[in-house]
């Protein structure tokens, strides 16, 4: 099998980076198009696989997954370039945008429609926490853990990565539990 | 050292936040907490507004601006590869010695605690918006709060329609009406 070039590596991700809207959940089927249909990197259940792996390790799910695939390939290098051929796009795109908005930033209309802006952003990110809601908060204790780091954060200001700790020992704790009851 | 100072607190960034783009949002607000000569509540909202609308990871895209903000485009730069840095990492250690990962019961158990506790948080992160754009210095801005209302039922009603919509409307909506910032 002929060794893939580094630039092949970071040109592919480059693309999928450039033509994701809106996420790692958003870069499955290119990524379905680009690693497994066109150029046979990868087996469709390979990329699954390596694409669950990046939901459930720290980071942005389109990076760890580009790295995963980029060291499959080409080892240590190989997935840094895949990855920064996925971040590529979006530095130069948000680099280009944010010079134009900062230098027009007093501007009145600007003002106005970033007004208008972050009262749709709250409304998209209210609809992105209902779908969250739905596959996450599938029992009583996952509830009354939603409850709890709510509460806890606003009221006493907790840090988000102490959250994250409890939450996975939480997470261990009561699946043992259940686990234990069921086997009895 | 500003550079290094900022690929630390990105480093940080991208190695708590787990599952999608908005999951560094509650961590962005903690860091405005502490640098507030960094990033504001209002300029959070900016960033999510544009990291939506274009191409690219929302959390890489969110670090990118806000590192731009802070210095330059040098600043996006490092503090992008500092969100990057530790998935490259914990990737490759993964990769190397744990080909079963998310498979292991273990990890499977975490996460059923870790999903829960990631809406939580970004529950807090919403709650920060919204406190920004719906009160006004203690008071309710009813005209605000009535506009969320609307976006959200649309929302709700045009499940599939892309974010970009309800920021170009936004935007619009924010002319028409003359919205103060």
């Known amino acids: 099998?002929?060794?893939?070039?580094?630039?092949?590596?970071?040109?592919?991700?480059?693309?999928?980076?450039?033509?994701?809207f809106g996420g790692g959940y958003a870069m499955l089927p290119l990524l379905q198009e680009e690693v497994v249909n066109r150029r046979q990197w990868a087996s469709e259940e390979e990329l699954l696989d390596m694409y669950a792996i990046g939901q459930v390790t720290p980071g942005i799910i389109a990076v760890n997954t580009a790295t995963m695939v980029g060291y499959r390939k080409r080892g240590i290098l190989g997935g840094v370039i895949a990855t920064l051929g996925e971040i590529s796009p979006s530095i130069i795109i948000i680099t280009t945008l944010a010079t134009i908005l900062l230098r027009y930033k007093d501007a009145p209309y600007l003002q106005q429609a970033f007004s208008g802006i972050r009262i749709a952003v709250c409304a998209t990110v209210t609809?992105?926490?209902i779908r969250l809601m739905k596959k996450s908060l599938v029992d009583l204790p996952t509830i009354l853990l939603y409850l709890l780091v709510v509460a806890s954060t606003v009221l006493f200001s907790l840090s988000p990565v102490i959250v994250v700790l409890v939450a996975i020992l939480f997470g261990i704790v009561?699946?043992?539990?259940k686990h234990r009851k069921e086997g009895i | 050292m500003i550079y290094l100072a900022l690929f630390y607190e990105f480093f940080k960034v991208g190695l708590f936040s787990i599952g999608g783009g908005l999951a560094t949002l509650p961590?962005?607000?903690?860091?405005?907490?502490?640098?507030?000569?960094?990033l504001t509540v209002q300029t959070i909202a900016d960033m999510v507004a544009i990291s939506e609308s274009t191409p690219g990871p929302i959390g890489i895209n969110m670090a990118t601006y806000a590192g731009y903000q802070v210095a330059g485009v040098f600043g996006g730069i490092i503090a992008t590869l500092g969100e990057v840095a530790p998935s490259i990492i914990i990737i490759v250690i993964i990769a190397k010695f744990l080909a079963e990962f998310d498979k292991n019961p273990l990890v499977k158990h975490a996460f059923y605690g870790l999903r829960a506790a990631v809406v939580?948080?970004?529950t807090f992160a919403l709650l920060k918006l919204l406190s920004a754009t719906l009160l006004a210095g203690g008071s309710i801005n009813y005209l605000n709060t009535g506009l969320y209302?609307?976006?959200?039922?649309?929302?709700?009603?045009?499940?599939?329609?892309?974010?970009?919509?309800?920021?170009?409307?936004?935007?619009?909506i924010g002319l028409i009406l003359r919205l103060p910032s």
């Open chain 1, 1 to 20: 099998m002929k060794e893939i070039s580094l630039w092949d590596l970071y040109f592919t991700f480059f693309k999928i980076g450039g033509l994701t």
């Open chain 1, 127 to 129: 609809m992105s926490i």
């Open chain 1, 174 to 177: 009561v699946q043992n539990i």
């Open chain 2, 27 to 38: 961590f962005l607000y903690k860091l405005a907490e502490r640098r507030p000569d960094w």
């Open chain 2, 120 to 122: 939580g948080l970004i």
């Open chain 2, 149 to 172: 209302l609307v976006f959200v039922a649309l929302v709700l009603v045009f499940k599939k329609a892309h974010p970009l919509v309800w920021i170009l409307l936004g935007a619009a």
